[in-house]
């Protein structure tokens, strides 16, 4: 079974809705991030969270918001999906900031 | 916000050849670490280097760290159609700080 899964594995959703990305791990790790790709710009960080009552802002989070319901659960929202939110996301834990694992994505098509 | 650039973006050789992709800073890293994905899942790590000058192999793949730990690069000894995908650096400033993610570089082996 894989260390860091993600549901949905794809997603397609129109114009201001809200969806939410889920992210569950059973490697024991405190840490958890969200990021986003996109062609030609590598990996951006969204949000990082270092144990379940530690939320922060990275580097693009703007329309989005995160929820660390338990040590293994690190959820992302769309409040309000908007076309320029279409990307590959992915969700990944560390135990230190040298090795993250990454879960196997979300691909989210916003129409 | 700190700046990784990779290059080449994209390459594509035949197998055999040999290759070299950079992942160039004007920040100073702690730590720097190379990731390999495949296309429909997420990054994998590669290798992690520490010291400034230092040289890692991984099989047919050699990592070095510049003595001033601001710039990186990864050879690739003839290339296999398995080395196929996009290689990203990761740059860790230390402390409480986030890991920053380079551009990438798509490779693509030709059997």
């Known amino acids: 079974d894989a260390d860091v899964t993600q549901t949905p594995r794809n997603r397609i959703t129109k114009t201001g809705k809200r969806i939410m990305l889920e992210c569950s791990q059973t490697k024991g790790h405190d840490r958890m991030y969200w990021y986003r790709q996109d062609p030609g710009l590598g990996l951006r960080l969204i949000y990082y969270s270092f144990d379940v009552k530690d939320i922060n802002k990275g580097e693009i989070s703007d329309g989005y918001s995160v929820s660390r319901q338990a040590q293994a659960k690190f959820s992302l929202s769309l409040e309000s999906a908007i076309p320029n939110q279409t990307a590959l996301y992915f969700c990944a834990t560390s135990e230190n900031q040298e090795t993250q694992y990454f879960g196997p994505g979300t691909r989210l098509l916003v129409l | ?111």
């Open chain 2, 1 to 111: 916000t700190q700046l990784l650039e990779q290059s080449p973006q994209f390459l594509s050789i035949q197998e055999g050849e040999n290759l070299t992709v950079y992942c160039n800073s004007s920040s100073v890293f702690s730590s720097l670490q190379w990731y390999r994905q495949e296309p429909g899942e997420g990054p994998v790590l590669l290798v992690t280097v520490v010291t400034g000058g230092e040289v890692k192999k991984l099989k047919r793949l050699t990592f070095q760290f510049g003595d001033a730990r601001k710039d990186s690069s990864l050879h690739i000894t003839a290339a296999q159609p398995g080395d196929t995908g996009l290689y990203l650096c990761a740059g860790d400033s230390g402390g409480y700080q986030k890991v920053t993610f380079g551009t990438g570089t798509k490779l693509q082996v030709i059997p």
